[in-house]
T-cell receptor
Framework: SQQGEEDPQALSIQEGENATMNCSYK?????LQWYRQNSGRGLVHLIL?????REKHSGRLRVTLDTSKKSSSLLITASRAADTASYFC???????????FGAGTRLTVKP | IAGITQAPTSQILAAGRRMTLRCTQD?????MYWYRQDLGLGLRLIHY???????GKGEVPDGYSVSRANTDDFPLTLASAVPSQTSVYFC????????????FGPGTRLTVL
């Protein structure tokens, strides 16, 4: 069963706008990660946030984590057409080999 | 080789046939993983290996087996393929199981008829 669930399932925005994707999970976690997948390719790690962190930045990416609500958000600022991809959250719960992925958010950035 | 590679890129297989998907990494990572990705379900862990010589079952291990004879290679075998194993298979590795950041291969698209 999936641990993380992304919301929305699909998002379409114009270039230059910000994109926000959310992830909710069910059980307590050690950390949460966000990955990106271009069509027909493997996943690429974007950012990892630990359970004792609340916010993390990497370039145009901003991730927040609210462990009390069991949720995380990924914000992409000043989006570009090249940001078009699927974005997945992944959590590890009781053990590090049980990392669970959500079904993903499909982001389309129109030029 | 740079990173993690998978072979074949795609395969069409008759039901009942045996198939091995290959995965090789040159990053000297200790941990390796096999996932399947199905539309609407995200990625699901099939098997993993924390270090050479050890393997473990993931979320959906039935019908699959793995081996880890050395650090670099982690083949996934379908002993007798069934249509429900039609999927895209991704191999991944991480420096250490506790580090968590995983590096993914390009995937193998498998169709079982």
């Amino acid at each position: 069963s999936q641990q993380g669930e992304e919301d929305p399932q699909a998002l379409s925005i114009q270039e230059g706008e910000n994109a926000t994707m959310n992830c909710s999970y069910k059980t307590s976690i050690n950390n949460l990660q966000w990955y990106r997948q271009n069509s027909g390719r493997g996943l690429v790690h974007l950012i990892l946030i630990r359970s004792n962190e609340r916010e993390k930045h990497s370039g145009r990416l901003r991730v927040t984590l609210d462990t009390s609500k069991k949720s995380s958000s990924l914000l992409i600022t000043a989006s570009r057409a090249a940001d078009t991809a699927s974005y997945f959250c992944a959590t590890d719960a009781l053990n590090n080999n049980d990392m669970r992925f959500g079904a993903g958010t499909r982001l389309t950035v129109k030029p | 080789i740079a990173g993690i590679t998978q072979a074949p890129t795609s395969q069409i297989l008759a039901a009942g046939r045996r198939m091995t998907l290959r995965c090789t990494q040159d990053m000297r990572h200790n941990a390796m993983y096999w996932y399947r990705q199905d539309l609407g379900l995200g990625l699901r862990l099939i098997h993993y290996s924390n270090t050479a010589g050890t393997t473990g079952k993931g979320e959906v291990p039935d019908g699959y087996s793995v081996s880890r004879a050395n650090t670099d290679d982690f083949p996934l075998t379908l002993a007798s393929a069934v249509p429900s194993q039609t999927s895209v298979y991704f191999c991944a590795s991480s420096a250490d199981p506790s580090y968590n950041e995983q590096f993914f291969g390009p995937g193998t698209r498998l169709t079982v008829l």
